[in-house]
C-alpha cells in the first residue's frame, strides 16, 4: 500500500546570497523534502537585510504563512535556515502545523537510511542533541510535532519525555559509539598495516558514488536517483587488469551546509576516509549547479582536515549532458558509469594515478621454500611489475611498487623516492 504523503511548505530568508545560490538552497530543499517522502505544495520566500530574531521571517510573513497552512491544509513547514529554540516556540505559537528545520529534515533522511547498528547510533547521538534544547520547556507547541517528516528515529521519542532521561540516552549511545569506534579503529590499522592500497569514494550526494562503486567492484549496494541513498560506509576490494588489488571504501554523499551535529555524530564514519592514499571525487557533470557541488566538497575536504590526501576527479553521468563540458579540476576522466567500455577505461585511469604515488623498489628473493612465501607475499601487497630468475645465484630478480609505508621499502627506496 503506497503511503500517503505529507503535504509540505517550504520557507527561506534571502539575505546576503546572490539570486543564483539561493535558487539552488531551494532547489535542493525541495529534493531533501522528496527524499523524506514530502510533496511540496507551496513555497515562501522572503528578501530581508538579515533574518528576524523572534521568527526569521517577521510578523507579516507568519501571517502569510499562517494563512498559506490554513488554505493548503498542509502537514509540515520546513524552513532552509536553522531555527533556534525560540526561533521555533514563537513560530509554533502561530502555525498549527508541525515546523522544523532543514537540519531536522536531514537528521531524518539520516534516520530513514541507516541500516548498520553505528549509523542508527549516529543518527540517534545526533537527532537528541539537536531536539533537546527543542524539547524542553513548550509544552503544546512541541506536541504539533506528531509523527512523519522530522520525527524518525528518537524524534518519536515522547516529548513527556523528562530531561535526566533525555541525557541519560545520550550517554548510553556514546558508550556504545566508542566501542564501535574502538572495532572500527583496529580494522583501520590492520588494513594499512597491510599495504593494501586504499581509495575513498568522495563527492556531493546523489552524484553516483554508489553505481560506481557496483561497477568498479562485485559489491551490491543501494543504487537510487536520490539524497543519501548510502549512508554507512562500505569497503570492497577492487581488482585492476594488471592483477593489482586495492581497497574502495563508498563513504556518506555530502551536501552544503552539511549539519555541524552530523560532521560530529559521524565522526567515526568520516574518519574512515581519513586513512585513504587517494580520493576520488565523483561529481554529477549533468547537475545545472556543478560548480557549488565541487566547492561544497572541496570545502568539506578541508574542514576535516583531508586535504593533504590526492584527489582525482570522475565526472560522471556524461550519458546526461547537453552540449559541451568543461572540467574545472585536474586531473579528471569524464564518464559515464552504465557504459562498460568507460568502467574499463577508468579503472585503467586510476591505476596510472596510482602508480605515481607508488614507490618502486627491486629485491632479490631466494629460490627456497621461504622465497616462495615471500613472492607470494609480494604479489599480494606490492604490484610486482618483472620477475627474472638469475640462475647463477637461484634468485629472482623481482621490480615492483609498493606503498611508501610498505614493508617491503628500504630507507634507500623511500630516499629515492624523495629525491626524484
Same mark, same amino acid.
Given at each position: 500500500?503506497?503511503t500517503?504523503?505529507?503535504?509540505?511548505?517550504? $520557507?527561506?530568508?534571502? =539575505?546576503?546570497q546572490? %539570486? !543564483?545560490q539561493?535558487?539552488?538552497? +531551494?532547489?535542493?530543499?525541495? @529534493? #531533501?523534502? &522528496?527524499?523524506?517522502?514530502?510533496?511540496? $505544495?507551496?513555497v515562501? =520566500?522572503?528578501?530581508? %537585510? !538579515?533574518?528576524?530574531?523572534?521568527? +526569521?521571517?517577521?510578523?507579516? @510573513? #507568519?501571517? &502569510?504563512?499562517k494563512?498559506l497552512t490554513?488554505?493548503?491544509?498542509?502537514?509540515?513547514?520546513?524552513?532552509?535556515?536553522?531555527?533556534?529554540?525560540?526561533?521555533?516556540?514563537?513560530?509554533?505559537? &502561530?502555525?498549527?502545523c508541525?515546523?522544523?528545520?532543514?537540519?531536522?529534515?536531514?537528521?531524518?533522511?539520516?534516520?530513514?537510511?541507516?541500516?548498520?547498528?553505528?549509523?542508527?547510533?549516529?543518527?540517534?547521538?545526533?537527532?537528541?542533541?539537536?531536539?533537546?534544547?527543542?524539547?524542553?520547556?513548550?509544552?503544546?507547541?512541541?506536541?504539533?510535532?506528531?509523527?512523519?517528516?522530522?520525527?524518525?528515529?528518537?524524534?518519536?521519542?515522547?516529548?513527556?519525555?523528562?530531561r535526566?532521561?533525555?541525557?541519560?540516552?545520550?550517554t548510553e549511545?556514546?558508550?556504545?559509539?566508542?566501542?564501535?569506534?574502538?572495532?572500527?579503529?583496529?580494522?583501520?590499522?590492520?588494513?594499512q598495516?597491510?599495504?593494501?592500497?586504499?581509495?575513498?569514494?568522495?563527492?556531493?550526494?546523489?552524484?553516483?558514488?554508489?553505481?560506481?562503486?557496483?561497477?568498479?567492484?562485485?559489491?551490491?549496494?543501494?543504487?537510487?536517483?536520490?539524497?543519501?541513498?548510502?549512508?554507512?560506509?562500505?569497503?570492497?576490494?577492487?581488482?585492476?587488469p594488471?592483477?593489482?588489488?586495492?581497497?574502495?571504501?563508498?563513504?556518506?554523499?555530502?551536501?552544503?551546509?552539511?549539519?555541524?551535529?552530523?560532521?560530529?555524530?559521524?565522526?567515526?564514519?568520516?574518519?574512515?576516509s581519513?586513512?585513504?592514499?587517494l580520493?576520488?571525487?565523483?561529481?554529477?557533470?549533468?547537475?545545472?549547479?556543478?560548480?557549488?557541488?565541487?566547492?561544497?566538497?572541496?570545502?568539506?575536504i578541508?574542514?576535516l582536515?583531508?586535504?593533504?590526501?590526492?584527489?582525482?576527479?570522475?565526472?560522471?553521468k556524461?550519458?546526461?549532458?547537453?552540449?559541451?563540458?568543461?572540467?574545472?579540476?585536474?586531473?579528471?576522466?569524464?564518464?559515464?558509469?552504465l557504459?562498460?567500455?568507460?568502467?574499463?577505461l577508468?579503472?585503467?585511469?586510476?591505476?596510472?594515478?596510482?602508480?605515481?604515488?607508488?614507490?618502486?623498489?627491486?629485491?632479490?628473493?631466494?629460490?627456497?621454500?621461504?622465497?616462495?612465501?615471500?613472492?607470494?607475499?609480494?604479489?599480494?601487497?606490492?604490484?610486482?611489475?618483472?620477475?627474472?630468475?638469475?640462475?647463477?645465484?637461484?634468485?629472482?630478480?623481482?621490480?615492483?611498487?609498493?606503498?611508501?609505508?610498505?614493508?617491503?621499502?628500504?630507507?634507500?627506496?623511500?630516499?629515492?623516492?624523495?629525491?626524484?
Amino acid at each position: 500500500m503506497e503511503t500517503t504523503k505529507e503535504k509540505v511548505i517550504l $520557507v527561506s530568508v534571502q =539575505t546576503k546570497q546572490s %539570486d !543564483r545560490q539561493f535558487e539552488y538552497e +531551494l532547489d535542493e530543499l525541495e @529534493k #531533501l523534502t &522528496e527524499t523524506a517522502q514530502g510533496q511540496v $505544495v507551496a513555497v515562501l =520566500t522572503q528578501k530581508r %537585510d !538579515r533574518k528576524d530574531g523572534r521568527t +526569521l521571517i517577521g510578523k507579516g @510573513k #507568519l501571517e &502569510e504563512l499562517k494563512h498559506l497552512t490554513e488554505e493548503l491544509e498542509c502537514d509540515t513547514v520546513i524552513f532552509e535556515q536553522e531555527l533556534s529554540p525560540r526561533n521555533m516556540k514563537n513560530i509554533q505559537q &502561530e502555525i498549527e502545523c508541525k515546523v522544523i528545520d532543514r537540519i531536522q529534515l536531514i537528521l531524518d533522511i539520516f534516520a530513514m537510511r541507516a541500516t548498520s547498528k553505528e549509523g542508527q547510533l549516529q543518527v540517534s547521538l545526533a537527532q537528541l542533541n539537536y531536539l533537546l534544547p527543542r524539547l524542553m520547556g513548550q509544552g503544546v507547541n512541541m506536541s504539533r510535532l506528531g509523527g512523519g517528516i522530522g520525527t524518525r528515529g528518537p524524534g518519536e521519542t515522547k516529548l513527556e519525555t523528562d530531561r535526566r532521561h533525555i541525557n541519560k540516552q545520550v550517554t548510553e549511545i556514546k558508550r556504545e559509539l566508542q566501542e564501535t569506534e574502538s572495532h572500527r579503529e583496529r580494522a583501520r590499522i590492520k588494513r594499512q598495516s597491510s599495504g593494501i592500497f586504499q581509495i575513498g569514494l568522495i563527492g556531493y550526494t546523489n552524484a553516483g558514488k554508489s553505481t560506481l562503486l557496483n561497477r568498479l567492484t562485485d559489491a551490491e549496494t543501494f543504487e537510487e536517483n536520490q539524497l543519501f541513498a548510502t549512508l554507512d560506509p562500505l569497503t570492497r576490494k577492487m581488482n585492476f587488469p594488471n592483477k593489482y588489488q586495492a581497497t574502495l571504501t563508498d563513504t556518506v554523499g555530502f551536501v552544503q551546509n552539511l549539519p555541524t551535529q552530523l560532521i560530529h555524530a559521524f565522526h567515526s564514519t568520516l574518519e574512515e576516509s581519513r586513512g585513504m592514499d587517494l580520493f576520488l571525487h565523483v561529481v554529477d557533470a549533468s547537475s545545472e549547479y556543478v560548480e557549488q557541488q565541487e566547492e561544497t566538497v572541496l570545502n568539506l575536504i578541508k574542514d576535516l582536515n583531508m586535504q593533504t590526501t590526492p584527489i582525482v576527479t570522475v565526472y560522471n553521468k556524461k550519458d546526461l549532458l547537453e552540449g559541451e563540458f568543461q572540467p574545472r579540476l585536474y586531473p579528471n576522466i569524464v564518464i559515464s558509469s552504465l557504459d562498460s567500455d568507460d568502467i574499463q577505461l577508468l579503472k585503467e585511469f586510476i591505476w596510472e594515478e596510482i602508480r605515481k604515488l607508488l614507490i618502486p623498489y627491486e629485491m632479490e628473493v631466494a629460490l627456497d621454500k621461504d622465497g616462495g612465501a615471500k613472492l607470494n607475499s609480494l604479489q599480494q601487497d606490492t604490484f610486482v611489475e618483472s620477475l627474472d630468475l638469475i640462475e647463477e645465484t637461484n634468485h629472482y630478480l623481482v621490480k615492483g611498487f609498493a606503498k611508501r609505508n610498505s614493508k617491503w621499502l628500504g630507507e634507500e627506496n623511500v630516499d629515492d623516492a624523495n629525491d626524484r
